[in-house]
């Protein structure tokens, strides 16, 4: 089944502490991309890769990094959480224009 | 400021009803796509419109692109509680291979 996997659906972590998403497609799709969802603001992008080794900033890049060191792995990673970045995250790949999107994964810094 | 502008940001209607929402840009996208997000999950693709003043069907769905690939709109006829959801409307801004930007979503209820 094609799909986009995040892991894990759901995190409380503390301020400072480091964490990985990790993101994965089984599609072979070149393009893939991170979005964070909040009431009111929509899907926001925050980094987009047009393939492997090739990353660029999204809309809200700041405090986000990102890797691509493989076509079906895009893990987005957190060096220091901080309370705003509490949020629902969500992965996505591309075929052309149709986006396919993981479950989200629901992250809460406290 | 948004590319993409959704109205209304909230609609909320009983079973039967028909809906229209809408989502205009100042901006000409190749294609403008439409998306459903139901509690708990990852938006999924309703349809995709490319060509001017384009008309899509999805059973009691119609999708509309304008003539100037502006906008489009979303007609639902007979509104069910099971349309309950956000509807995101989506375009690819230069390439078609490029970002995709997403407005910022009408949320539907349905009540029975």
């Known amino acids: 089944e094609a799909q986009v996997t995040q892991n894990p659906r759901y995190l409380i972590t503390v301020t400072g502490k480091k964490l990985t998403v990790t993101c994965s497609q089984n599609?072979?799709?070149?393009?893939m991309s991170w979005y964070r969802q909040d009431p009111g603001l929509g899907l926001r992008q925050i980094y987009y890769?047009?393939?492997?080794?090739?990353?660029d900033k999204g809309d809200v890049p700041e405090g986000y990094k990102v890797s691509r060191k493989e076509k079906r792995n895009f893990p987005l990673i957190l060096e220091s959480p901080s309370p705003n970045q509490t949020s629902l995250y969500f992965c996505?790949?591309?075929?052309?224009?149709?986006?396919?999107f993981g479950q989200g994964t629901r992250l809460t810094v406290v | 400021t948004q590319l993409l502008e959704q109205s209304p940001q909230f609609l909320s209607i009983q079973e039967g009803e028909n809906l229209t929402v809408y989502c205009n840009s100042s901006?000409?996208?190749?294609?403008l796509q439409w998306y459903r997000q139901e509690p708990g999950e990852g938006p999924v693709l309703l349809v995709t419109?490319?060509?001017?003043?384009e008309v899509k069907k999805l059973k009691r769905l119609t999708f509309q692109f304008g003539d100037a690939r502006k906008d489009s709109s979303l007609h639902i006829t007979a509104a069910q509680p099971g349309d309950t959801g956000l509807y995101l409307c989506?375009?690819?801004?230069?390439?078609?291979?490029?970002?995709?930007?997403f407005g910022r979503g009408t949320q539907l209820t349905v009540w029975p």
């Open positions: 890769s047009m393939n492997v080794e090739v990353t």
């Open positions: 996505a790949s591309k075929r052309n224009t149709e986006a396919f």
């Open positions: 599609m072979n799709h070149e393009y």
């Open positions: 901006s000409v996208f190749s294609s």
């Open positions: 989506a375009g690819p801004k230069g390439s078609t291979l490029g970002r995709l930007y």
């Open positions: 419109v490319v060509t001017g003043g």
